[in-house]
């Protein structure tokens, strides 16, 4: 069986759903983790159009807008749905192991 | 005049014919903007108290969301009222020249490729810009287009534009006739654009379009006349063979002599001849520096989809956001 290469990121109770959750690493970029209707959705923190951090930005149903020039994204595809963001995020999937929330990664 | 109130920042007067956007770089204040033309959406804000004619209310600027929440492009709306709307200003918006409208006539006309002529515009003022900026190019009662200047900064009043023939395009056919061109009225409006050259101590990579060669070429210019250190090199891409520069041409027009900056030049959709390369700019820029990238600076001008290709694949390498400059054209 294969294994997927897990990282953590927090347990599940810090993450709201008013807003993202940030997690950072020391060896890779910071992800943003977001909560709707009990599932969890993570992409990485720094948005594609510039140097904005999308944790800072407000959630608006399935939509992450960024707090400098009101770009957004889907947070469950990682698609930009609102100008000047045109680049999709990087998204990540995720599983919830006794209430510890980590993402999947390729990589390592 | 009206006057415009940014809650907890900025206040400016604004001309009755200014967009919120102009109005505020003429005064001074950095307003985050990027095309000028309605479609970047980098200008949104939201009117709290006034009125404003929106000149472009169906923009691809605005989302839906952006509507739903009463969100305007402030490059497109001029203030009628004393208004107080809420935006971000941003240190980096703040123009080192702020922009002038000027009456211009054409002094020189000449081709640089099948499609793309040179026109030179003297505005009677000082010609102040950065490498990399735009104008605002009015054509009295037809209509307005933005174009990068491709000259340097002069106290001889001249701008310098490259304009690519765009079969049925009002403004740009303009240009490729002599009799309508004699009879036209012009107004300059500039500097604008945030792609402008950064100096530091990073390598430069300009990467041109079609006639996305203008602000390129300044930069290129400006490398040439800094006798700068660092390194250059400037990729040049075209559909066909016809549409690009040999590197005789390219060096003769940027001043390098001494072949000071590394010259490629690439062809898309034909096979290549001469020297050129074959392929798209951003597949040229990671075959050629794949994995060293992030040390460099990179500046880019070029239609819409060369420029969204060219950021999805530095975003797939993390190449850093502050170190890519473009201006975006619709």
Redesign the interface.
């Known amino acids: 069986m294969l294994t997927e290469n897990l990282v953590f990121l927090c347990e599940i109770d810090e993450v709201s759903e008013e807003q993202g959750y940030l997690v950072e690493f020391p060896n890779r970029?910071a992800v943003a983790v977001f909560k709707r209707d009990g599932n969890f959705y993570i992409m990485d923190d720094?948005?594609?159009?510039?140097?904005a951090s999308l944790c800072e930005g407000e959630l608006?149903g399935d939509?992450i807008?960024c707090?400098?020039?009101?770009?957004?994204f889907n947070i469950i595809t990682g698609k930009p749905?609102?100008?000047?963001c045109?680049?999709?995020m990087?998204v990540y999937s995720n599983r919830v192991i006794e209430r510890k929330l980590y993402m999947v990664v390729d990589d390592e | 005049m009206n006057k415009v109130y940014i809650k907890s920042g900025s206040s400016f007067e604004a001309d009755g014919n200014d967009s919120i956007v102009r109005a505020a770089l003429r005064n001074g204040v950095g307003f985050?903007y990027?095309c000028s033309s309605g479609?970047?959406?980098?200008c949104?804000f939201t009117l709290i108290d006034g009125q404003v004619e929106d000149l472009y209310p169906g923009s691809?600027?605005?989302?839906e969301?952006?509507r739903r929440k009463g969100?305007k492009l402030a490059c497109q709306c001029r203030p009628l009222t004393n208004i107080t709307i809420k935006a971000?200003e941003s240190e980096d918006y703040v123009p080192l020249y702020k922009p002038q409208r000027n009456k211009a006539k054409i002094v020189s006309v000449k081709n640089i490729t099948h499609n793309i002529v040179s026109l030179t515009f003297d505005i009677g003022a000082p010609a102040k810009f950065l490498p990399g900026q735009y104008a605002l190019i009015e054509a009295v009662q037809l209509g307005e287009r933005a174009y990068s200047m491709s000259n340097l900064e002069n106290e001889d009043k001249l701008l310098e534009f490259f304009i690519k023939k765009v079969p049925g395009g009002k403004i740009s056919e303009l240009f490729f006739d002599p009799v309508k061109l004699e009879s036209t009225e012009f107004v300059v409006d500039g500097p604008y654009g945030v792609a402008y050259i950064r100096e530091n101590d990073r390598s430069r990579i300009c990467l041109a379009g079609g006639s996305g060669l203008a602000p390129m070429i300044s930069i290129a210019r400006h490398h040439i006349a800094e006798n700068s250190n660092a390194k250059l090199t400037f990729i040049f891409g075209g559909q066909k063979n016809k549409d690009t520069l040999s590197q005789e041409e390219f060096r003769s027009m940027v001043g390098d002599e001494d072949g000071v900056i590394d010259y490629i030049s690439v062809v898309s959709d034909e096979m290549p001849s001469g020297n050129n390369r074959k392929g798209y700019l951003h597949e040229v820029l990671i075959d050629e520096f794949g994995n060293d990238l992030k040390g460099f600076d990179i500046y880019c001008a070029g239609p819409p989809a060369m420029i969204?290709a060219l950021?999805?694949v530095l975003?797939s390498i993390?190449f850093p956001?502050?170190q890519l400059y473009f201006d975006?054209f619709f």
């Not at chain 1, 749905?81 to 000047?84: H, L």
């Not at chain 2, 691809?60 to 989302?63: A, E, Q, T, Y």
């Open positions: 970029p720094k948005c594609s159009h510039g140097d608006d939509e807008e707090p400098f020039h009101a770009g957004a749905t609102a100008a000047p045109s680049v999709p990087r | 985050p990027e479609s970047c959406g980098t949104k691809s600027g605005l989302s969301r952006d969100r971000l969204n950021e999805s975003y993390s956001t502050n975006r």
